[in-house]
Every structure is written in structure tokens, then in C-alpha cells.
């Protein structure tokens, strides 16, 4: 990596060299920092940050390291989205409960349906627990938090079955865990290629 580094140093130094009529090699120490902000960028990663730049800073003034910094926080504040996406899945209870149905092979519903559920659990059963007052101002986390303390999620089965009684008119959505025929039956205008995001893994492959 730090071959890497140097090499991305030295591809920004000509590329600003080119830029930049004005431009001079830094100091030693200013090199190290350049180095160090650059370290895990890739070519394409310092282009689109030069680019980014020259849209916002007059031409005849050349990046110092600081100044060229935030322009390549892009990536990075992509990957901090994609982890608190991430994060935010991985406390998602309905989204946890079917992909733990799915492993067991037990899941025959799909995500909409445990929604329903986990809904039914919150706003239906939770609030009979609590007063109204308080309930109404709870956050989702509360919401799960006061559930699981309750043992509330403990009965989720009996508020899938709920959720599917609700839509469906019986206890669940699909005859079996592996059976896609009955889906296919069900409605001719799904979007087969964008089933991953409603049902199980296993039934999209």
C-alpha cells in the first residue's frame, strides 16, 4: 500500500504540474502529508477530486493538501451512507426475524408481510402496554427495545400469522418454503427480477 501511496503522490504532483503553471515540488513534511491523505485513494479517485476542485477554486490556484482534503471525502462519505444503511438493516427486526426463517427454512412469507407484523406488534400490542401519551413518542428503537423487554417479540408467530390472516386470508402467504408456483399464480405483473427485495434468497436464485 504504501508503493501505492507514493505512486498516487506522484500522479497527483504531475497532474497538478500540468494544471497549475505555477505549481513547485513541496517540501519534504508536505509530501508525507500529501502521501497520508492520499493513502487508500485510487487514480479515479484523485481525477474526480481534481475535477471537483477546479469547479470550486479559481484555475491559478494550485490545491495545498489541506485544501484538496475535503474534495476527496466523497468516497468516503459513500462508504459512512452504505454503513449506516448497514447499521440500520442489521436493527431491523422484520428483516432479521425472515432471514433467520430463511435459514431455518421455515420463511413463507415475504419481507412485506413480516413488516406487517412487526407493525402489528408496535402500534397494536405495544400500545396497549403503555400509555398512549408515551407511546406516541417513542422511536422505533424504543418502540423494539420496550417490546423486548415486554416479551412482546416472542409471540412475533402469532402476529405473522396476523399479518397474513389480514392480506391473505389465511395463515401465510406461500403453501411452502420452496413452492414459487403459487406466486407466480398470484399475479402476472411482479418484477421477477426485483423479487430479492420481497422474498426469501433462496426462492429468487
Not at 77 to 85: G, R, S, W, Y
Not at 94 to 101: G, I, K, L, Q, T
Not at 141 to 163: C, H, I, P
Request: charged letters at 30%; hydrophobic letters at 40%; proline letters at 3%.
Amino acid at each position: 500500500m504504501i508503493n501505492q501511496d507514493l505512486k498516487n503522490t506522484k500522479f497527483v504532483f504531475d497532474k497538478m504540474k500540468k494544471l497549475y503553471p505555477s505549481f513547485e515540488m513541496p517540501e519534504e513534511i508536505d509530501v508525507e502529508v500529501w502521501t497520508e491523505i492520499l493513502e487508500g485513494c485510487s487514480q479515479t479517485d484523485i481525477l474526480d477530486a481534481l475535477k471537483a476542485y477546479r469547479k470550486n477554486v479559481p484555475y491559478n490556484v494550485a490545491p495545498t493538501p489541506a485544501a484538496f482534503k475535503p474534495f476527496l471525502n466523497h468516497k468516503e462519505n459513500v462508504d459512512e451512507k452504505t454503513q449506516t444503511i448497514m447499521q440500520q438493516v442489521k436493527g431491523d427486526f422484520a428483516w432479521e426475524r425472515m432471514n433467520s426463517d430463511i435459514e431455518a427454512g421455515s420463511c413463507r412469507n415475504s419481507l412485506y408481510v413480516y413488516r406487517d407484523a412487526e407493525r402489528i406488534i408496535l402500534n397494536d400490542w405495544l400500545a396497549r402496554e403503555i400509555p398512549a401519551s408515551i407511546w406516541c413518542n417513542m422511536s422505533y428503537a424504543s418502540k423494539l427495545k420496550q417490546a423486548r423487554e415486554k416479551g412482546l417479540l416472542n409471540n412475533f408467530d402469532e402476529a405473522l400469522r396476523q399479518a397474513a390472516v389480514a392480506r391473505f386470508g389465511k395463515d401465510y402467504e406461500f403453501q411452502s418454503a420452496n413452492d414459487i408456483e403459487c406466486l407466480k399464480n398470484k399475479s402476472k405483473s411482479l418484477n421477477y427480477e426485483n423479487m430479492g427485495n420481497t422474498l426469501a434468497a433462496h426462492w429468487s436464485a
